[in-house]
T-cell receptor
Framework: AAGVIQSPRHLIKEKRETATLKCYPI?????VYWYQQGPGQDPQFLIS???????DKGSIPDRFSAQQFSDYHSELNMSSLELGDSALYFC?????FGSGSYEQYFGPGTRLTVT | AQSVTQLDSQVPVFEEAPVELRCNYS??????LFWYVQYPNQGLQLLLK??????LVKGINGFEAEFNKSQTSFHLRKPSVHISDTAEYFC?????????????FGTGTRLKVLA
């Protein structure tokens, strides 16, 4: 079965650089969530999209932005990177709220290292 | 705001012994509850979920969990663990009233199965 695809899997950037993370949800899933997992920590919700519109926002820095495109893939753009942004970034997708399926399916994550 | 507590950060257990990983959530409003497993350098895999109905839910790999509304708990159990169960386990809550179903995660429990 198709899974959530994230690219790149690993990314190394220097401070003050920008990074773009991509997420391709499971086919027919219209909802995408982004989470940040710091070293030894639990995943923290950043932002979500439903039908290409932002549906919720969590602890996402103003330096970050995201969007969902017409094919439902999503991109997380991170600017002015800081050392503290080093983390594992997960994308998850889920089916429509009305489908009765509320679980999220997670991608393998993008490990961002800021030096 | 919803919060999730996993009281045990690490649980060592011998192979073939039973194990219980504890999870408590803060809010008594309607919630969906999930357990995920994370193997090193991998994404999150759904073990089981509680949406409604029977309070005892069975998941993959022999795991089960019991939803207890009065105690706001959702403890994960396995009657006999294997070495391959060594991993990080996360309890997650999705607030049905939030409208977006984002997850709030617990801080995780590292299960170490000993030979």
């Amino acid at each position: 079965a198709a899974g959530v695809i994230q690219s790149p899997r690993h990314l190394i950037k220097e401070k003050r650089e920008t990074a773009t993370l991509k997420c391709y949800p499971i086919p027919r899933h219209d909802t995408v969530y982004w989470y940040q997992q710091g070293p030894g920590q639990d995943p923290q919700f950043l932002i979500s999209f439903y039908e290409k519109m932002q549906s919720d926002k969590g602890s996402i820095p103003d330096r970050f932005s995201a969007q969902q495109f017409s094919d439902y893939h999503s991109e997380l753009n991170m600017s002015s990177l800081e050392l503290g942004d080093s983390a594992l970034y997960f994308c998850a997708s889920s089916a429509s709220f009305g489908s009765g399926s509320y679980e999220q399916y997670f991608g393998p994550g993008t490990r961002l290292t800021v030096t | 705001a919803q919060s999730v507590t996993q009281l045990d950060s690490q649980v060592p257990v011998f192979e073939e012994a039973p194990v219980e990983l504890r999870c408590n959530y803060s809010s008594s409003v309607s919630v969906y509850l999930f357990w995920y497993v994370q193997y090193p350098n991998q994404g999150l895999q759904l073990l089981l979920k509680y949406l409604s109905g029977s309070t005892l839910v069975k998941g993959i790999n022999g795991f089960e969990a019991e939803f207890n509304k009065s105690q706001t708990s959702f403890h994960l159990r396995k009657p006999s663990v294997h070495i391959s169960d060594t991993a990080e386990y996360f309890c997650a809550v999705s607030d049905r009233g939030s409208g977006t179903y984002k997850y709030i995660f617990g801080t995780g429990t590292r299960l170490k199965v000993l030979a």
